[in-house]
């Protein structure tokens, strides 16, 4: 989501908002600058190459249009019809709707995204779709980031407390101590209980002495 103050920006960086108001071209946004920032991905428009803190993220040729189709108008919506007509030629024979809904949920998936709490891309229903993260534009790679962006979302607070996996480990063990107990508990009584029998009503070997 845009910040409620200002970005301070380098003067080689440029919001993609700013680029927006003067043209909204493709071609505008390619000859602006070279790389493209948002959260820990960085885009590479010379080599077509999206990155992910320093590791590269694979994504097929329609899915890597789409992103720079949304990029071209961040915090507005491009409509489904847009896309299509963006990513498939009018003569080109295809579900439109079920190649659209793959095409940007595949997006989704390699950005680590979610429709339900959305980050990056936000359905607008019966309309299209809203890349709602502010992204920046520049001539110079970024070769390091801070850590709130290195990390996931949502990753800084399974840090500070147990994993869900270590709580239920911790529980299953518990039980697995307990159920041991249990049954050293009953061996023994059964010991006691066997050796009370046998010193009371056993017979004794020497019945006449």
């Known amino acids: 989501m845009v910040g409620k103050g200002p970005t301070p920006m380098t003067p080689d960086l440029v919001a993609m908002h700013e680029i927006g108001e003067s043209a909204n071209s493709l071609d505008a946004i390619l000859s602006s600058g070279r790389y493209i920032h948002f959260g820990p991905f960085q885009i590479d428009q010379q080599r077509e ?7 590269r993220v694979k994504l097929q040729g329609k899915v890597y249009q789409a992103l720079l189709t949304l990029l071209e108008k961040p915090g507005e919506v491009v409509t489904r019809e847009e896309l299509r007509q963006k990513l498939w030629p009018g003569d080109t024979h295809v ?31 019966r309309k299209g779709y809203c890349f709602i993260a502010q992204p920046e534009i520049s001539d110079k790679a ?35 101590l307990g159920v041991i107990g249990l049954i050293l508990a009953g061996m023994l009584l059964g010991a006691g209980l066997t050796r009370l029998w046998i010193s009371h009503f056993a017979p004794s070997p020497f019945p006449f002495l």
């Open 95 to 125: 579900n439109y709707d079920a190649n659209v809904n793959t095409t940007v949920n595949k997006l989704r998936l390699a950005l680590g995204d979610s429709s339900d709490k959305p980050i990056y891309i936000e359905t607008i229903p």
């Open 49 to 55: 190459e999206v990155t992910r803190n320093g590791n």
């Open 142 to 176: 970024r070769t390091s980031l801070p850590m709130h962006l290195i990390m996931d979302p949502g990753e800084s607070s399974e840090l500070d407390a147990p994993s869900e996996a270590a709580k239920t480990a911790k529980s299953d063990l518990w039980i697995i």
